[in-house]
């Protein structure tokens, strides 16, 4: 049972008044524990912009600062350590220092780590994904935001097309095109035929945020009317860009039937359609969503778990599309694409960390896990169920549903994930920040790791029910 979403009828309301109070206990315990990060933030805020180099990284009053990771845990500045659910935004489904990567990297570094220049490397990582995804043409890059960017460039110039559609609230990165309509209020969200196309964060051309029309997640209807739409103002769209389970409100799976109607309404309407699996890709099974829900995507996009831990993306797609690369027509470039260093740590975590084996772990520890969240929701009757697919799952704090984006805003609780992620972080586990977050094991998590999570969202139920 690796797919899972659990309801659950009978919960009570929690008191806000509750939830505040021990939510100031935690902060005020997190910000005693942690001095030496307080240090750190403090010296790293003089040179570098919020202290963190990269606004994702940000946390009031400061964040934590780790040192090392070995396996299922982190440790930082401070000495604590933490099993490690957050794995990097979802990059280290292969456990940090995995022994066959570090031996890979180690053996790379001393014949050279960087040449402008392919390696043989890069033809055995190309040909294992075009088998794990049945896309047989591939091209890297160094990370889910210019995989997606290049991926949206190659898909206009095989068109001739350039408006683009994306799953409303979906993540795709940070180049202009993909960032709009994410993170909007529930009161700008607009209706599902006509949702609004707004920039996340300034700096980003009207123009461009023009281009990019959102539609909602598990509504195959929605999308092709609003495809409709586009022809008859003359602008059909080159492509739709989507994450075929949705890994930023939480996990969001998709309805059964849904990817297959918009593999059909794409192919009809002439649209390329990209799967993003930059954080499903190898995470949710060897030849990731793609393999999981049986949908083949004209493209998918590749980056977080590929390198191992090292910067990385990939771009995979038909022979038809990648003529317009082949033919340079498409100018698909970078100074690092196929790095070294990287190919040698994405062939050892191909052929040698994430096999059948570790799928079947992996699918071991994420039932536990769900099964024992909705036991300790049940019990405790707190609102909200768990969802989780192989390596990734979260528990939603919500009274109703997760379907799509105005979903998660109508319904989910914005106050228990941040308690939550303290009782986590007080107790030894360590989430990613945010609830839009999902958490993320690796193969070298144990049933302790389970264990210990387990046990601080049981203690965080237990004080705010008693």
Same mark, same amino acid.
């Given at each position: 049972?690796?797919?899972?979403?659990?309801?659950? +009828?009978?919960a009570t309301a929690v008191d806000?008044?509750? $939830?505040?109070?021990?939510?100031?206990?935690?902060?005020?315990?997190?910000?005693?524990?942690?001095?030496?990060?307080?240090?750190?933030?403090?010296?790293?805020?003089?040179? *570098?912009?919020?202290?963190?180099?990269?606004?994702?990284?940000?946390?009031?009053? !400061?964040?934590?600062?780790?040192?090392?990771?070995?396996?299922?845990?982190? !440790?930082?500045?401070? @000495?604590?350590?933490?099993?490690?659910?957050?794995?990097?935004?979802?990059?280290?489904? &292969? @456990?940090?220092?995995?022994? /066959?990567?570090?031996? /890979?990297?180690?053996?790379?570094?001393?014949?050279?780590?960087?040449?402008?220049?392919? #390696?043989?490397?890069?033809?055995?990582?190309?040909?294992?994904?075009?088998?794990?995804?049945?896309?047989?043409? !591939?091209?890297?890059?160094?990370?889910?935001?210019?995989? #997606?960017?290049? +991926?949206?460039?190659?898909?206009?110039?095989?068109?001739?097309?350039?408006?683009?559609?994306?799953?409303?609230?979906?993540?795709?990165?940070?180049?202009?095109?993909?960032?709009?309509?994410?993170?909007?209020?529930?009161?700008?969200?607009?209706?599902?035929?006509?949702?609004?196309?707004?920039?996340? @964060?300034?700096?980003?051309?009207? +123009?461009? $945020?023009?281009?990019?029309?959102?539609?909602?997640?598990?509504?195959?209807?929605?999308?092709e009317t609003r495809i409709e739409?586009?022809?008859?103002?003359?602008?059909?769209? /080159?492509?739709? $860009?989507?994450?075929?389970?949705? *890994?930023?409100?939480?996990?969001?799976?998709?309805?059964?039937?849904y990817l297959e109607q918009v593999?059909?309404?794409?192919?009809?309407?002439?649209?390329?359609?990209?799967?993003?699996?930059?954080?499903?890709?190898?995470?949710?099974?060897?030849?990731?969503?793609?393999?999981?829900?049986?949908?083949?995507?004209?493209?998918?996009?590749?980056?977080?778990?590929?390198?191992?831990?090292?910067?990385?993306?990939?771009?995979?797609?038909?022979?038809?599309?990648?003529?317009?690369?082949?033919?340079?027509?498409?100018? &698909?470039?970078?100074?690092?694409?196929?790095?070294?260093?990287?190919? +040698?740590?994405?062939?050892?975590?191909?052929?040698?960390?994430?096999?059948?084996?570790?799928?079947?772990?992996?699918?071991?520890?994420?039932?536990?896990?769900?099964?024992?969240?909705?036991?300790?929701?049940?019990?405790?009757?707190?609102?909200?169920?768990?969802?989780? $697919?192989?390596?990734?799952?979260?528990?939603?704090?919500?009274?109703?549903?997760?379907?799509?984006?105005?979903?998660?805003?109508?319904? &989910?609780?914005?106050?228990?994930?941040?308690?939550?992620?303290?009782?986590?972080?007080?107790?030894?586990?360590?989430?990613?920040?945010?609830?839009?977050?999902? !958490?993320?094991?690796?193969?070298?998590? #144990?049933?302790?790791?389970?264990?210990?999570?387990?046990?601080?969202?049981?203690?965080?139920?237990?004080?705010?029910?008693?």
């Amino acid at each position: 049972m690796t797919e899972t979403i659990a309801g659950r +009828a009978g919960a009570t309301a929690v008191d806000d008044g509750r $939830i505040v109070e021990l939510t100031e206990r935690e902060e005020q315990r997190l910000r005693a524990a942690t001095s030496a990060s307080h240090a750190l933030f403090e010296r790293a805020a003089r040179t *570098m912009t919020s202290g963190v180099p990269s606004s994702y990284q940000v946390r009031d009053p !400061w964040p934590i600062y780790l040192t090392e990771g070995r396996g299922p845990r982190v !440790w930082d500045v401070d @000495g604590h350590e933490y099993s490690d659910f957050h794995n990097g935004f979802g990059s280290m489904v &292969q @456990g940090h220092a995995h022994p /066959a990567i570090v031996a /890979a990297v180690r053996e790379r570094v001393a014949r050279g780590t960087h040449f402008a220049m392919p #390696t043989e490397d890069s033809v055995a990582v190309s040909e294992e994904l075009a088998r794990r995804f049945g896309l047989p043409q !591939w091209r890297y890059v160094n990370s889910g935001s210019e995989a #997606t960017m290049d +991926a949206i460039r190659i898909a206009r110039a095989v068109t001739g097309r350039e408006t683009i559609v994306k799953i409303f609230g979906s993540y795709h990165g940070h180049h202009d095109y993909v960032m709009v309509s994410i993170g909007t209020p529930y009161g700008e969200i607009g209706p599902d035929d006509d949702m609004a196309s707004l920039g996340y @964060g300034e700096g980003i051309p009207q +123009a461009v $945020i023009d281009l990019t029309i959102p539609v909602p997640f598990n509504n195959a209807a929605a999308m092709e009317t609003r495809i409709e739409r586009l022809e008859a103002e003359g602008r059909p769209p /080159a492509c739709v $860009i989507m994450e075929p389970a949705m *890994m930023n409100l939480g996990v969001v799976l998709p309805e059964p039937g849904y990817l297959e109607q918009v593999r059909e309404i794409t192919r009809r309407h002439g649209v390329v359609l990209i799967f993003d699996e930059v954080k499903t890709g190898l995470c949710v099974a060897a030849g990731g969503a793609t393999e999981r829900f049986g949908v083949r995507a004209d493209m998918v996009t590749l980056a977080k778990a590929l390198g191992g831990g090292l910067p990385s993306g990939a771009i995979g797609a038909t022979a038809e599309i990648m003529e317009v690369v082949a033919s340079d027509r498409v100018k &698909q470039v970078g100074t690092y694409n196929g790095n070294p260093l990287t190919m +040698a740590a994405a062939r050892a975590s191909l052929f040698e960390v994430l096999v059948p084996d570790a799928y079947a772990h992996l699918d071991r520890l994420n039932d536990a896990l769900i099964t024992g969240c909705d036991a300790i929701l049940a019990r405790h009757g707190l609102p909200g169920y768990t969802v989780g $697919i192989s390596s990734k799952g979260c528990v939603h704090f919500s009274d109703a549903p997760i379907t799509d984006y105005t979903s998660f805003m109508a319904h &989910q609780n914005a106050a228990l994930p941040e308690l939550a992620w303290l009782y986590n972080a007080n107790r030894g586990v360590l989430m990613a920040p945010g609830r839009e977050e999902e !958490w993320t094991l690796s193969v070298q998590h #144990t049933d302790a790791d389970i264990d210990r999570y387990l046990n601080s969202l049981d203690e965080m139920a237990a004080d705010l029910t008693r």
